[in-house]
Structures are given as structure tokens and as C-alpha cells.
């Protein structure tokens, strides 16, 4: 009875420090631009217009996000549920990253036998300065969602392989599905790892000939093809956004200024993105890969080939984005978890520190040092977040707009003057506009006067001072409004 008091008190505490940096000060910073925006945006319009194949932008067919919705369906049913928030935005993919923790634990319960390596994996995991960040786990981005769904892909295939049980094959299938769901072609880069692992496991044939194979592709696989099929019938020009965005585009040109060598990713995961457990990975992969414990062996095997081919195919991309190898942490986290689970397993069973204590608490003692910091990295831009100096900027409107009480109608019929794209704005100006206070956009060289207008930007600024008499009401935020008095000729 005390034991299994311990073990679930253990737990609990074990659920809470993956918990804090997933979950604490979610809604801290507002919406980013670009992917998450563009996402909220989507969602936002799918609950007006009740147009759910086709998301839609601006009340027009989103054709530069042609990712399929199902991260947007997420979103729009959390937003339906608890309103225009942060939180309805950022859950499916902070809940992903929770869940994603539990797998890794739970598949080493259930199928290694060794609940401490799964404990010890998903620490790692947690602790990846990559993984616990802006664009995965703590933004309404794709990324989180998808590592969920490729991580589950992954591992069903790797228990199918041990168990030959028909189940994993089809949970494999469909899970795989539900990732190009997430994000397109993207769900399916980590399937020549498949095809590779079952060929060295002698099982490639032998899945070749099953009809669950079959039935799982067509039962699974369907859905998202006839998702893409059925989008270009509603939306005319979809799939040539598809070729052009997911297999030409990104994959063939350098989209924006994204040009990066071959080797970015592994420089940066080596430098930034891995830290602090790039060493440990390479240890844990010698250790693994030599492990006496055959399951363990075959899963660094497994973990070794899955980084391998995803890595290859990201990085003969064109178009380079830091954010690309977030699916690829769980392995990564794995593989650092062996060279952990063996220092915790020699200093447990030390017969020179046992003969000397009577609780051997010195594994444990390992342990807090050696996640103490990393955890501190992690948490620490979580418990007081800011943006960079470059980005002050860039959303001080965002910061405006959000502040703003639902019963305040001064800046109803106000005109925002900006230059850039903004779906981060566009996100509250949509909130606001549902509470009664519309907010419009207007070019600022067609200001007349008695116009009340904002602006932020220190570039429109100069050019509203130069070209027209104003006068200033308030500044907020760094976001200024002003009365146009008349116009300078």
C-alpha cells in the first residue's frame, strides 16, 4: 500500500514537471505571426462561415496555408468553446506536447519493460530547448500536432515489428493518416524509415502480403486523399497550391530567405536546438546500438533510422525553417534517455555506494543535477517571457488590441494605418469586431480628414507626420491615435 502510495505521488510530481512548461503562461504572448496566426485566423472564419473543407482568409480561400484543417478544426471547436483566446489557439498543440511525454513513458512501461527509461525520455523530451518552444509545443503551430501523430505512427510500426500483431499495423496506418491531416506531405517524410526497418527485421514481404495492409490503406489513407480531391472540387487550384507550396516549392526553391546549407539543421541541433543533450545522444546511440537487451537494441536501431531518413529529407530541401525538426525530438530524447537510464543503473547498483547507505539516494541526487539546468533553461523564458528587441515593434498592436475591455467602443470606426502582413492583428481585430468595436484597415495615402486613426510603425509614422496635420488623443502600448486635422497639400 505505501509502495503504490510512493509510485503514484511519484508520478503526479512527474506529470507536473512536464506540465509547467507546456502549460504555464500559455497565453503570455500574443499570437505569432505567419503559421499560428494564419491557423487562428482560419479557425476564426471557419466558425462564421461554417465553410469546413475550405479555410478561408480574409473571406477569400486560403491558398498560401494549403495545409489540410484538421489542426484548424482543433482550434475552431476550442475557440466555439472558450472564446477568441490564446489558449484556444495553443491547446491542441501544448496538449500534443503532454501527450507526446505520456507515449514515450507509457511505451516504455508497456513494451521495454523499463518505466524509468520512459520516465527519463520524456525529461529529455521536456527538455529540449527545441521541442518546448515558439512554433512547436507553445503556439497554435502544426508541428507539435504532427510530432504526436508521426510519434505514435512510429512506434505502433516498431511494436507491430515485435509483436507481428495486425492491430500496430493498422495503428500505424492511421495515425500516419491523421499526421497528413496535420500537415500534408509532411506526415508521411518518416515512411522510408518504415519501409527501411521492416527490410533489416525481414518483415517487408510479409507486410506486403497482409490484407490488413490493405484494409488500413484504404480504410485510413482514403480519407486524407479524398480530403485533398474533394478541397479541389469546392476549391478550384488546390491541389496546383499543393504541388506548389509542399512537393515543388519548399522541397525544389528557396521560399523567402530560408536558403540554408545542407548541414544547417545538424549544426544547428548540435549548437541550439539539442542543447544540452547532443553528447548524450551519441553516447546513448553507441550504448543502445550495443545494448545486451535486444528490445532496447532494436529500438535504438529503430530511433537511429527514423532521425537518419527525416533528417535527410529536411535538410536536401530547399527551403531550410528551424522548426522542421521538431518530429524528429522523441528519438532524439530516446536515445539520450539510454546513456541517462545506464548512469542512473550503475550508481543504483553500486555494491561501494550501498555498502555505505542504507537509501541509496545518490541516483536520484544524479539525476536533479543533471536535469536542473536544462529544466532552468526551459522554464525560465516561460516564466517570464518577452520579446526580442527586434519584435517590440512588430507587436505592440497585437499587445493594444488585446488589452482592450469588451464593453470599450471608443475605437469603434477607427482606421489602422501599417505596413506588413499581420494575421497576428488580424486575429484580434476579428475578436473585437465580434464584441461590437470594428476596427478597419486603410491605406495611408487615402487618409481624409476627421479620420481617427492608429498606427505603431515608426516608418508610417514619419510619413503621417510629413503628409498630414494630426493631432495625437493617447499613446498605449507603443500603439499612438490620432485625429487626422487636414490634409498638408
Not at 485533398?228 to 525544389?252: C, D, Q, S, T
Not at 508610417?460 to 490634409?487: I, P, R, T
Request: glycine fraction near 4%.
Amino acid at each position: 500500500m505505501v509502495e503504490r502510495l510512493i509510485q503514484h505521488s511519484v508520478f503526479l510530481v512527474f506529470i507536473g514537471v512536464i506540465g509547467i512548461p507546456l502549460f504555464w503562461n500559455l497565453d503570455a504572448l500574443p499570437l505569432r505571426v505567419f503559421d499560428e496566426a494564419r491557423a487562428a485566423v482560419n479557425a476564426q472564419e471557419m466558425l462564421e462561415n461554417h465553410e469546413w473543407l475550405v479555410p478561408h482568409f480574409g473571406g477569400e480561400p486560403d491558398m498560401w496555408a494549403s495545409k489540410p484543417p484538421l489542426l484548424i478544426w482543433l482550434q475552431s471547436a476550442l475557440i466555439n468553446m472558450i472564446g477568441d483566446s490564446e489558449w484556444a489557439v495553443r491547446l491542441p498543440s501544448a496538449v500534443a506536447g503532454f501527450f507526446t511525454c505520456l507515449l514515450l513513458y507509457f511505451f516504455s512501461v508497456q513494451h521495454l519493460k523499463k518505466p524509468q527509461l520512459g520516465f527519463l525520455s520524456a525529461l529529455v523530451l521536456i527538455t529540449i530547448q527545441g521541442y518546448v518552444t515558439i512554433h512547436s509545443t507553445r503556439t497554435g503551430d502544426y508541428d507539435s500536432l504532427l510530432t504526436l501523430f508521426t510519434t505514435l505512427s512510429g512506434l505502433s510500426l516498431f511494436v507491430y515489428s515485435e509483436e507481428r500483431s495486425d492491430k500496430y499495423l493498422l495503428l500505424c496506418i492511421l495515425f500516419t493518416a491523421l499526421a497528413v491531416l496535420t500537415k500534408g506531405i509532411a506526415g508521411l517524410l518518416f515512411t522510408p524509415a518504415f519501409v527501411m526497418y521492416l527490410l533489416v527485421r525481414k518483415q517487408l514481404i510479409n507486410t506486403l502480403r497482409k490484407p490488413a495492409f490493405y484494409y488500413g490503406i484504404v480504410s485510413f489513407i482514403g480519407p486524407p486523399l479524398g480530403y485533398y480531391f474533394l478541397r479541389e472540387v469546392y476549391n478550384p487550384g488546390y491541389l496546383e497550391a499543393i504541388r506548389e507550396n509542399e512537393l515543388g516549392g519548399r522541397f525544389l526553391e528557396t521560399l523567402g530567405h530560408h536558403n540554408e546549407p545542407f548541414f544547417f539543421y545538424y549544426q544547428r541541433m548540435a549548437n541550439d536546438f539539442l542543447k544540452p543533450w547532443v553528447v548524450w545522444v551519441l553516447i546513448g546511440t553507441v550504448i543502445g546500438l550495443l545494448h545486451s537487451n535486444m528490445r532496447i537494441k532494436r529500438m535504438a536501431i529503430f530511433s537511429v533510422l527514423m532521425i537518419a531518413c527525416f533528417s535527410l529529407v529536411i535538410s536536401s530541401a530547399q527551403t531550410k525553417l528551424p522548426w522542421y525538426p521538431v518530429p524528429m525530438y522523441p528519438f532524439f530524447a530516446f536515445l539520450a534517455s539510454i546513456t541517462v537510464f545506464q548512469l542512473f543503473s550503475l550508481i543504483k547498483e553500486s555494491d561501494f555506494i550501498n555498502r555505505f547507505f542504507r537509501w541509496n539516494f545518490m541516483p536520484f541526487l544524479v539525476l536533479f543535477v543533471l536535469f536542473y539546468h536544462p529544466y532552468r533553461w526551459v522554464i525560465k523564458p516561460i516564466i517570464n517571457p518577452q520579446e526580442k528587441y527586434w519584435d517590440v515593434e512588430y507587436y505592440s498592436l497585437a499587445y493594444y488590441l488585446r488589452q482592450i475591455p469588451e464593453d470599450d467602443l471608443q475605437l469603434n470606426g477607427c482606421f489602422l494605418v501599417q505596413n506588413d502582413y499581420d494575421a497576428h492583428n488580424q486575429f484580434y481585430l476579428n475578436k473585437l469586431k465580434k464584441q461590437g468595436v470594428a476596427i478597419t484597415r486603410k491605406n495611408k495615402t487615402e487618409l481624409k480628414q476627421d479620420d481617427l486613426i492608429l498606427a505603431y510603425q515608426i516608418e508610417v509614422m514619419d510619413y503621417l507626420q510629413k503628409n498630414y496635420v494630426l493631432e495625437k488623443l493617447n499613446e498605449d502600448e507603443g500603439v499612438s491615435k490620432f485625429k487626422v486635422l487636414s490634409v498638408v497639400n
